[in-house]
């Protein structure tokens, strides 16, 4: 059955014309999708509307299944319509709520401290199954179409976005659209592993949206240690593709790197200076959580501190990331990982 959250506006409109029901009707459906509602909560539409489309669409493609709250986190599992399993964490913020989305089941990049790809890549999620995630966090937390409970969305749970990129920047304009939950491009990131072809695509699709990329070392021979994809996308591609992006949108990039033994000695930063120097960007350190079945983990406080103040005496902006979600197994991929092994367990006992 087709899903009903994978239809655009225009689409919807295009769906209920194709029904014989006044144009009016969608502008209903479409309010009671974005509430993230099922046809029998739709008091407003008639029993043959609720019939027509229940017959052919699918209303809700997400469920949480169960929500897991730390100290300044909340991390849920959503339950798709096929059985699969994603996640996504809500955190809370004195500049608004952020929430982080997947858009895939699984992961291909193979990054060698990331849980998200320990089973390797599943499946795609549609575009209206990413935008599921989010009404469905909305609702919960008492959102409207119009008064959101989420001000921020960050394309940074498990997947790789650009590896699905119709769905991806299908969602994007969705959720940008005034007529979907209204996003200000500003208010949404999304971050990448560094597919270099879809980072320049994404700057020709002009969405403007925050690009953050994932870059972890400053050689290509550490980067292809820690993360496969710099085999088929080097460092020097990467970095053309960021200029390319920032030259198209105006937006500064915001590149991610993950602090570790392997890629934070003096050497190391020093390398990592000469290659951003002089580019609009920020670096986002993050001190890495710790992952059982990788077996890595981050630095000292007082390193982390070190690095951070070389780079801003560099005239490199840097800022140490707020770890968030650690007492809820916040690495993507621990909690989904976690349920799908004891319900193994259980199968079996």
């Given at each position: 059955m087709?899903?009903?959250?994978?239809?655009?506006?225009n689409?919807l409109?295009?769906?209920?014309?194709?029904?014989?029901?006044?144009?009016y009707?969608?502008?209903?459906?479409?309010?009671?999708?974005l509430r993230h509602?099922?046809?029998?909560?739709?008091?407003?539409?008639?029993?043959?509307?609720?019939e027509?489309?229940?017959?052919?669409?699918?209303a809700q493609?997400?469920?949480?299944?169960?929500?897991?709250?730390?100290?300044?986190?909340?991390?849920?599992?959503?339950?798709?319509?096929?059985?699969?399993?994603?996640e996504?964490?809500?955190?809370?913020h004195?500049?608004?709520?952020?929430?982080?989305?997947?858009?895939q089941?699984g992961?291909r990049?193979?990054?060698v401290?990331c849980?998200?790809?320990?089973?390797?890549?599943?499946?795609?999620?549609s575009?209206?199954?990413?935008?599921?995630?989010?009404?469905a966090v909305?609702?919960?937390k008492?959102g409207?179409?119009?008064?959101r409970?989420?001000?921020?969305?960050?394309?940074?749970?498990?997947?790789?976005?650009?590896?699905?990129y119709?769905?991806?920047?299908?969602?994007l304009?969705?959720?940008?659209?005034?007529?979907g939950?209204?996003?200000?491009?500003?208010?949404?990131?999304?971050s990448?592993s560094?597919?270099?072809?879809?980072?320049?695509?994404?700057?020709?699709e002009?969405l403007?949206?925050?690009?953050?990329?994932?870059?972890?070392?400053?050689?290509?021979?550490?980067?292809?240690?820690?993360?496969?994809?710099?085999r088929?996308?080097p460092?020097s591609?990467?970095m053309?593709?960021?200029?390319?992006?920032?030259?198209?949108?105006?937006?500064r990039i915001?590149?991610?790197?993950?602090?570790?033994?392997?890629n934070s000695?003096?050497?190391?930063?020093?390398?990592?200076?000469?290659l951003?120097?002089?580019?609009c960007l920020?670096?986002?350190?993050?001190?890495?959580?710790?992952?059982?079945?990788?077996g890595?983990?981050?630095?000292s406080?007082?390193?982390?501190?070190?690095?951070?103040e070389?780079?801003?005496?560099?005239?490199?902006?840097?800022?140490?990331?707020?770890?968030?979600?650690?007492?809820i197994?916040?690495?993507?991929?621990?909690?989904?990982?976690?349920?799908?092994?004891?319900?193994?367990?259980?199968?079996?006992?």
């Amino acid at each position: 059955m087709k899903l009903l959250e994978d239809l655009d506006y225009n689409e919807l409109t295009q769906a209920v014309s194709e029904g014989g029901f006044p144009r009016y009707r969608a502008d209903q459906l479409n309010d009671m999708r974005l509430r993230h509602r099922d046809y029998s909560e739709a008091n407003n539409l008639p029993k043959a509307v609720k019939e027509y489309f229940s017959e052919r669409y699918l209303a809700q493609s997400v469920k949480i299944l169960e929500t897991v709250k730390g100290k300044d986190a909340e991390k849920y599992l959503f339950l798709l319509h096929d059985g699969n399993i994603v996640e996504g964490v809500f955190m809370p913020h004195n500049y608004g709520n952020t929430l982080c989305v997947s858009t895939q089941v699984g992961c291909r990049m193979g990054c060698v401290f990331c849980a998200s790809g320990l089973n390797g890549l599943i499946r795609n999620l549609s575009a209206g199954e990413i935008l599921g995630e989010v009404l469905a966090v909305n609702a919960l937390k008492g959102g409207t179409p119009t008064e959101r409970a989420i001000g921020n969305i960050v394309l940074m749970g498990s997947g790789e976005p650009l590896d699905n990129y119709d769905n991806v920047v299908k969602f994007l304009r969705m959720i940008i659209d005034p007529k979907g939950l209204n996003f200000g491009a500003r208010n949404i990131s999304l971050s990448t592993s560094g597919l270099a072809d879809k980072i320049k695509k994404l700057a020709d699709e002009k969405l403007g949206i925050v690009l953050s990329i994932s870059l972890h070392a400053p050689t290509d021979e550490q980067r292809s240690a820690l993360m496969p994809v710099n085999r088929s996308n080097p460092i020097s591609e990467l970095m053309a593709a960021a200029d390319y992006y920032f030259k198209k949108s105006g937006r500064r990039i915001i590149f991610e790197y993950a602090l570790t033994a392997q890629n934070s000695d003096d050497n190391s930063i020093k390398q990592l200076i000469k290659l951003l120097k002089g580019r609009c960007l920020h670096v986002n350190l993050i001190n890495l959580n710790y992952v059982k079945e990788r077996g890595m983990s981050g630095l000292s406080r007082k390193r982390v501190d070190q690095i951070v103040e070389t780079l801003n005496a560099a005239g490199i902006g840097a800022t140490l990331r707020r770890s968030m979600g650690n007492d809820i197994e916040g690495a993507c991929g621990q909690l989904r990982n976690k349920y799908l092994s004891s319900n193994a367990a259980e199968d079996k006992a």
